[in-house]
């Protein structure tokens, strides 16, 4: 069974006995229902789960009048079996962005306080055509990603201490015993192949098979495709999926910039741009902005014309290259500049699935590039990956500033410290 850390999430709001209802973002097929049910059973007697896809029919009972006696009316009209204990049964209104006035309705279920709610939606970051009061105040936002590569590591066998006990190497001041960090890299290139999708996931702990993961990834990728198709705006449908399938190209050009004459020859911003933004309300994708000064805070220099943009599971995004790409991952034969994108993506997944907001510095003159800044105590902390061993002359640039007290050399290498450089392994990313 998948060990998620969200589940102590959940566990942490129960505790508190917090007035709001927790309603869990994630792209579909991340894992959402599977966590919600599983924390129902652990945690409460009766369990009354509503998916507002499966069951339309449903939607009617939040058509009208609000009141939770008035719900649970409706609710026991339709399922016969749902059983409403005071402090002892978990409603789960799943899919929630199909029936906008459940959402709403959390207002009225958090103020009754008798019964516990989580609704979860994979598509809660667009408009809609209709309408939706969303109950500030009383909605407790979660984001659930696929899982991360220490999740990743759980699943296939990695105890939780030895992947803490990396935690020791963070200062590169320590050697990493080479029969760990060869370990750990041969991990590091199954996450890369296998990603985070629990269905995928769960396939490669059973059967050890990449073809079976692959084609699993090739269906959640035509599913997305359908989500598009059924979801996105007739204007957006057809400029989204191209947008969504550009990006293997747009991270394999020398200039990782998304440029929307990738997407369709002389493609504009003007064009394309919403339907950017829907795919990343979805989920689908994640978005790293270029900032004029690697300087604090990093929001303030962001020039919002100016991104790369990540698929938001790196298996999924390996899988878009093909069965062969994976096989030359996993032999550490890969080569060319379809690397350097990849290995950035890798570390762009392992940074957003921590909740990092994703920054990058690239000169104007394409002098100095950093792919990734982060924010640690009020300072820039820059990170240079290197898919292959290699100087790191824009990191030594940047480290100049006395302002940057330290940054990361991210690589295949082992660990290692040079004044204010800390080279680390790839797989350490995680512990920055």
């Given at each position: ?193 296998v990603g985070g999708m629990p269905e995928a996931v769960n396939e490669f702990v059973k059967s050890s ?15 997305y495709q359908d989500d598009i198709a059924k979801y996105a705006e007739n204007a957006d449908r057809i ?194």
């Amino acid at each position: 069974m998948l060990q998620r850390k969200i589940m102590s999430v959940l566990q942490n709001w129960k505790k508190s006995e917090s007035k709001e209802c927790p309603i869990i973002h994630g792209v579909r097929q991340c894992g959402k229902t599977f966590i919600v049910r599983r924390f129902a059973e652990e945690n409460y007697e009766h369990f009354i789960e509503i998916n507002f896809i499966e069951r339309p029919e449903m939607k009617q009972v939040f058509a009208g009048n609000l009141t939770v006696d008035n719900l649970i009316k409706g609710i026991i009209l339709y399922m016969k079996d749902a059983i409403f204990v005071p402090g002892k049964t978990l409603l789960f209104l799943d899919e929630i962005q199909d029936c906008p006035q459940a959402r709403t309705s959390l207002k009225f279920w958090a103020d009754d306080g008798r019964f516990d709610v989580i609704a979860s939606g994979s598509l809660l970051g667009m408009s809609y055509k209709e309408e939706v009061s969303i109950p500030v105040g009383y909605e407790l936002p979660i984001d659930m990603y696929p899982l991360d590569f220490e999740e990743f590591l759980q699943a296939v066998g990695v105890e939780k201490d030895q992947i803490e006990g990396l935690s020791l190497y963070i200062s590169g001041q320590k050697t990493i015993p080479d029969y760990i960090h060869d370990i750990f890299l041969e991990h590091l290139r199954e996450f890369m192949v296998v990603g985070g999708m629990p269905e995928a996931v769960n396939e490669f702990v059973k059967s050890s098979n990449y073809q079976n993961v692959h084609q699993i990834q090739q269906k959640i990728l035509r599913d997305y495709q359908d989500d598009i198709a059924k979801y996105a705006e007739n204007a957006d449908r057809i400029k989204a999926r191209a947008c969504y399938l550009s990006i293997p190209r747009q991270l394999t050009k020398e200039n990782h910039k998304f440029q929307y004459s990738v997407v369709e020859k002389k493609g504009t911003a003007r064009k394309f741009e919403s339907s950017l933004d829907w795919l990343l309300g979805a989920g689908m994708i994640v978005k790293s902005y270029n900032v004029s000064l690697p300087e604090f805070p990093l929001m303030a220099y962001v020039k919002e014309d100016l991104f790369r943009v990540y698929l938001s599971d790196i298996g999924l995004f390996t899988s878009m290259f093909g069965y062969q790409m994976k096989e030359a991952i996993l032999n550490d034969t890969l080569v060319g500049p379809a690397k350097g994108g990849l290995y950035e993506s890798l570390v762009a997944d392992i940074f957003y699935k921590k909740g990092e907001n994703l920054y990058y510095f690239k000169k104007d003159d394409s002098s100095l590039e950093i792919e990734f800044l982060l924010e640690r105590s009020a300072s820039v902390v820059p990170v240079e990956v290197k898919a292959n061993k290699g100087s790191t002359r824009s990191l030594n640039e940047l480290l100049k500033n006395d302002r940057i007290k330290k940054g990361y050399k991210l690589t295949s290498q082992n660990a290692g410290i040079a004044e204010k450089k800390i080279t680390l392994p790839l797989y350490l990313a995680s512990k920055i």
